[in-house]
């Protein structure tokens, strides 16, 4: 029987495989006939991609896209949306281009395309894989029912530096949380069948390294070891890829002195040929065109270069368009290195099923009924519920009783635009809800909530204008800030509880909003301490699209609720973890530091040749600092809940492991407070010695449970060989025989441990 379902099974893979390979020569049969009839000039045309200019994010903005359609001159559209326009332009392609070949339709769709969900930070803190990847699902409906079919996501950078403020579009600073979740998004965007009308192709990005950019500052060089590469930055990148990520983007970065743009040993050597990628690889906004201000050469000679480094698709800048047949007439690239281009960009096409029906995703009625449906905006809600973290909660300041008078105070108590965060160039800003709306939502006449307001207490109004990216302005009032302080206590005086809605504006991160001062803007601290003399609990509901600094808050305010910037119902959302319908159980991505001076931050770290004594702060001839201890202000994984937790030891199955073997470690887990919660159970490896230096932790595993109050639950862990694994001086990915010690608990720091070892 057993021989038969194998055989089966074999059979079935054959079959599987043979209609894969069958399908490959049909498409590779389809694409020669197709490029036999093209011209060069047709086949460079492919390679243009240009703007619709519906978000744009550089200098200079396409033009003439009508005639160059008509002309064959472009391969792909972004930042185009609704099923007419997408159809008008694709109809120009199909009916009036010499080849009929079709465009294919990108955009920005990063956290959400009408329906908005949290930044990627925020999804990222709920440690929730399914629902990550059903965000990236909804979001392929909606932006495919609008007529799409590429996003530029996940943006998988790993970065440790808050002060850089593309932090907000990735899933923080840990290699293998980002992993996951990279391979999550794929497969939400992607489904089973990119063919199929509601999904789009991913594009992962920014390949290499964009979030170890020097200083925090956006586009600041990177220069980095080939062994922090391989184990740290690259893992999220190829996990994307492994999940069947279709297409890649090049960074902005220079990498040890090539940029990642016309670098060939990162875009052929690893990417190619070491990961075996065989997708199609588009360059960031004008990237090519960067290169010149980078110093390697003119815009023919930099077209050049990053043809040859394996670079297909060029964004906006039309650097190919306008260079590539004058190179290929002085032999600078060859017919081969147009041809393979062009190729992946039809394969592309193909896959998307975009030549069997150039219009099948422009549905006006699937316009009409996929998007900001009911299920899409309560699935944003529970999302959103689920990536708060709660900070702090002195003596249960929350859940916040639905009675009494409650006064919101801040500038971002009642910005709805504000609420979705960076990326959210497709939501309907205008009509979000914002705090205030959301609040009352949820309580009706229950609470007398009285406000105030005070936009012009965000940050000086020159900082808001640099910081405005797509055109978002917050309504600023003149009045001096006293002024405004002494309105606010006046509101604050009849209340309750005040609850203050404070942080950054959703422009004060994301692309170009570097910062290197990481506190709440000045005006808003005064005005929290002035909400604090008064007496009352202070409830700070932070704005944030990274990590702030917050070491005086922390001090000072009795409860702290960071929300990041939550999506479209982050209203609503907030309104139900402050009054205790939804326990909070996020958990950070990223380290908050106690201040700028300690970054890069990471729980990850070496352990240097003189670490500190644990609990210690500072000794002379020590690794630390004169003026602030060594640690976090909260840790990588932190995050309260309602309830309380208890971790019993860690229990093993065994403490020696040969390298076929597995180790089952096993916490039992207590909900000893008095909520039902959730709690996301971490597990940490340390491998004590190696043939080269090892973090003092790496998270290998979690998993989020949920326990009712008084409930306790075994969670159990297997860990092999595989989970040990890094590579070497010499690259190779090995797993070297020795003692690890094994961490279990709510947080980074926070942990049970045990010791095994591997033989
Ligand atoms: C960003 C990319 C984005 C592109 C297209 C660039 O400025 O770096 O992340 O995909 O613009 O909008």
Not at 44 to 55: D, P, S
Not at 347 to 360: A, W
Not at 659 to 674: F, H, L, Y
């Given at each position: 029987?057993?021989?038969?379902?194998?055989?089966?099974?074999?059979?079935?893979?054959?079959?599987?495989?043979?209609?894969?390979?069958?399908?490959?020569?049909?498409?590779?049969?389809?694409?020669?006939?197709?490029?036999?009839?093209?011209?060069?000039?047709?086949?460079?045309?492919?390679?243009?991609?240009?703007?619709?200019?519906?978000?744009?994010?550089?200098?200079?903005?396409?033009?003439?896209?009508?005639?160059?359609?008509?002309?064959?001159?472009?391969?792909?559209?972004?930042?185009m949306?609704?099923?007419?326009?997408?159809?008008?332009?694709?109809?120009?392609?199909?009916?009036?281009?010499?080849?009929?070949?079709?465009?294919?339709?990108?955009?920005?769709?990063?956290?959400?395309?009408?329906?908005m969900?949290?930044?990627?930070?925020?999804?990222?803190?709920?440690?929730?894989?399914?629902?990550?990847?059903?965000?990236?699902?909804?979001?392929?409906v909606?932006?495919?029912?609008?007529?799409?079919?590429?996003?530029?996501?996940?943006?998988?950078?790993?970065?440790?530096?808050?002060?850089?403020?593309?932090?907000?579009e990735?899933?923080?600073?840990?290699?293998?949380?980002?992993?996951?979740?990279?391979?999550?998004?794929v497969?939400?965007?992607?489904?089973?069948?990119?063919?199929?009308?509601?999904?789009?192709?991913?594009?992962?990005?920014?390949?290499?390294?964009?979030?170890?950019?020097?200083?925090?500052?956006?586009?600041?060089?990177?220069?980095?070891?080939?062994?922090?590469?391989?184990?740290?930055?690259?893992?999220?990148?190829?996990?994307a890829?492994?999940?069947?990520?279709?297409?890649?983007m090049?960074?902005?970065?220079?990498?040890?002195?090539?940029?990642?743009?016309?670098?060939?040993?990162?875009?052929?050597?690893?990417?190619?040929e070491?990961?075996?990628?065989?997708?199609?690889?588009?360059?960031?906004?004008?990237?090519?065109?960067?290169?010149?201000?980078?110093?390697?050469?003119?815009?023919?000679?930099?077209?050049?270069?990053?043809?040859?480094?394996?670079?297909?698709?060029?964004?906006?800048?039309?650097?190919?368009?306008?260079?590539?047949?004058?190179?290929?007439?002085?032999?600078?690239?060859?017919?081969?290195?147009?041809?393979?281009?062009?190729?992946?960009?039809?394969?592309?096409?193909?896959?998307?099923?975009?030549?069997?029906?150039?219009?099948?995703?422009?549905?006006?009625?699937?316009?009409?009924?996929?998007?900001?449906?009911?299920?899409?905006?309560?699935?944003?809600?529970?999302?959103?519920?689920?990536?708060?973290?709660?900070?702090?909660?002195?003596?249960?300041?929350?859940?916040?009783?639905?009675?009494?008078?409650?006064?919101?105070?801040?500038?971002?108590?009642?910005?709805g635009?504000?609420?979705?965060?960076?990326?959210?160039?497709?939501?309907?800003?205008?009509?979000?809800?914002s705090?205030?709306?959301?609040?009352?939502?949820?309580?009706?006449?229950?609470?007398?909530?009285?406000?105030?307001?005070?936009?012009?207490?965000?940050?000086?109004?020159?900082?808001?204008?640099?910081?405005?990216?797509?055109?978002?302005?917050?309504?600023?009032?003149?009045?001096?800030?006293?002024?405004?302080?002494?309105?606010?206590?006046?509101?604050?005086?009849?209340?309750?509880?005040?609850?203050?809605?404070?942080?950054?504006?959703?422009?004060?991160?994301?692309?170009?909003?570097?910062?290197?001062?990481?506190?709440?803007?000045?005006t808003?601290?005064?005005?929290?301490?002035?909400?604090?003399?008064t007496?009352?609990?202070?409830?700070?509901?932070?704005?944030?699209?990274?990590?702030?600094?917050?070491?005086?808050e922390?001090?000072?305010?009795?409860?702290?609720l960071?929300?990041?910037?939550?999506?479209?119902?982050?209203?609503?959302?907030?309104?139900?973890v402050?009054?205790?319908?939804?326990n909070?159980?996020?958990?950070?991505?990223?380290?908050?530091?106690?201040?700028?001076?300690?970054?890069?931050l990471?729980?990850s770290?070496?352990?240097?040749?003189r670490?500190?004594?644990d609990?210690?702060?500072?000794?002379k001839?020590?690794?630390n600092?004169?003026?602030?201890?060594?640690?976090?202000l909260?840790?990588?994984?932190?995050?309260?809940s309602?309830?309380?937790?208890?971790?019993?030891?860690?229990q093993?199955?065994?403490?020696?492991?040969?390298?076929?073997?597995?180790?089952?470690?096993?916490?039992?887990?207590?909900?000893?407070?008095?909520y039902?919660?959730?709690?996301?159970?971490?597990?940490?490896?340390?491998?004590?010695?190696?043939?080269?230096?090892?973090?003092?932790?790496?998270?290998?595993?979690?998993?989020?449970?949920?326990?009712?109050?008084?409930?306790?639950?075994?969670?159990?862990?297997?860990?092999g060989?595989?989970?040990?694994?890094f590579?070497?001086?010499?690259?190779?990915?090995?797993?070297?025989?020795?003692?690890?010690?094994?961490?279990?608990?709510?947080?980074?720091?926070d942990?049970?441990?045990?010791?095994?070892?591997?033989?």
């Open positions: 029987m057993k021989g038969i379902t194998i055989w089966m099974l074999g059979l079935a893979l054959s079959w599987s495989v043979s209609l894969k390979a069958q399908t490959d020569i049909k498409m590779d049969q389809f694409i020669s006939d197709l490029m036999g009839m093209m011209t060069v000039e047709e086949k460079i045309g492919q390679l243009n991609l240009v703007t619709g200019g519906e978000a744009v994010t550089g200098s200079v903005v396409s033009t003439g896209v009508e005639a160059k359609i008509k002309a064959g001159e472009i391969g792909g559209i972004f930042s949306s609704s099923p007419a326009r997408i159809r008008a332009a694709q109809e120009l392609a199909v009916k009036h281009s010499r080849l009929g070949i079709p465009i294919i339709f990108g955009m920005d769709v990063i956290h959400g395309y009408k329906t969900f949290p930044i990627p930070l925020g999804l990222a803190a709920t440690w929730d894989m399914d629902l990550i990847r059903e965000s990236a699902r909804i979001a392929a909606e932006a495919s029912a609008d007529g799409l079919n590429w996003t530029f996501s996940p943006m998988v950078d790993i970065s440790r530096d808050p002060r850089w403020g593309r932090i907000s990735g899933s923080g600073e840990d290699t293998y949380l980002s992993s996951r979740i990279a391979a999550e998004m497969k939400g965007y992607q489904g089973d069948n990119l063919a199929a009308n509601n999904t789009l192709m991913a594009c992962v990005k920014h390949f290499a390294l964009y979030g170890a950019a020097e200083a925090g500052r956006d586009y600041h060089t990177t220069d980095m070891s080939l062994h922090r590469m391989y184990n740290e930055y690259f893992p999220p990148y190829k996990a890829l492994d999940a069947g990520a279709g297409t890649v090049t960074s902005f970065n220079d990498i040890n002195g090539v940029p990642a743009t016309a670098n060939r040993w990162l875009m052929t050597d690893v990417l190619r070491q990961w075996g990628f065989k997708g199609m690889v588009v360059t960031d906004y004008t990237a090519i065109n960067e290169l010149v201000e980078h110093g390697l050469g003119d815009l023919q000679t930099v077209s050049a270069l990053a043809l040859k480094a394996g670079v297909h698709m060029d964004m906006v800048g039309e650097g190919y368009l306008t260079t590539l047949k004058k190179s290929l007439e002085e032999g600078k690239v060859t017919q081969v290195d147009i041809d393979e281009a062009c190729r992946l960009v039809l394969e592309t096409k193909y896959k998307l099923g975009l030549f069997d029906d150039p219009f099948r995703y422009c549905d006006e009625e699937r316009a009409k009924t996929d998007i900001l449906t009911t299920a899409h905006l309560a699935k944003a809600r529970e999302i959103a519920g689920k990536s708060f973290v709660l900070l702090k909660n002195e003596n249960n300041t929350l859940p916040l009783k639905k009675e009494g008078t409650l006064a919101l105070i801040g500038p971002l108590a009642n910005t635009s504000n609420m979705p965060g960076t990326w959210s160039v497709s939501a309907d800003l205008e009509n979000t809800p705090l205030l709306e959301g609040m009352q939502d949820a309580l009706g006449d229950k609470v007398n909530i009285v406000q105030h307001l005070g936009a012009n207490l965000l940050s000086d109004a020159a900082y808001q204008e640099r910081a405005t990216m797509f055109g978002r302005t917050i309504p600023r009032d003149d009045r001096p800030e006293a002024e405004i302080i002494a309105e606010a206590l006046q509101v604050a005086e009849s209340a309750d509880v005040i609850v203050a809605a404070l942080g950054e504006s959703s422009e004060m991160s994301g692309e170009s909003s570097s910062r290197t001062d990481l506190d709440i803007p000045d808003q601290k005064r005005l929290l301490e002035a909400l604090l003399k007496g009352k609990p202070v409830v700070l509901v932070l704005f944030a699209g990274r990590p702030l600094t917050l070491t005086w922390h001090e000072h305010v009795p409860a702290i960071n929300v990041w910037f939550g999506g479209t119902e982050t209203g609503k959302a907030v309104a139900d402050l009054f205790g319908d939804v909070p159980s996020g958990k950070l991505p990223a380290t908050f530091p106690q201040n700028v001076g300690q970054i890069p990471y729980y770290s070496k352990n240097t040749g670490p500190l004594a609990g210690a702060w500072f000794e001839f020590r690794s600092y004169l003026d602030v201890t060594n640690e976090p909260y840790p990588f994984g932190y995050g309260l309602y309830t309380t937790y208890t971790y019993s030891n860690i093993l199955d065994k403490t020696n492991m040969k390298a076929d073997e597995k180790i089952t470690a096993t916490v039992t887990v207590t909900n000893s407070g008095n039902d919660g959730e709690e996301v159970v971490q597990l940490y490896i340390r491998d004590l010695v190696g043939s080269v230096t090892r973090p003092v932790k790496e998270l290998k595993g979690f998993q989020k449970i949920s326990l009712k109050k008084g409930e306790s639950q075994n969670v159990f862990f297997e860990i060989v595989e989970d040990l694994k590579y070497n001086d010499a690259l190779e990915f090995v797993a070297e025989p020795g003692d690890f010690k094994l961490f279990i608990g709510t947080n980074s720091s942990v049970k441990e045990a010791d095994f070892s591997l033989l």
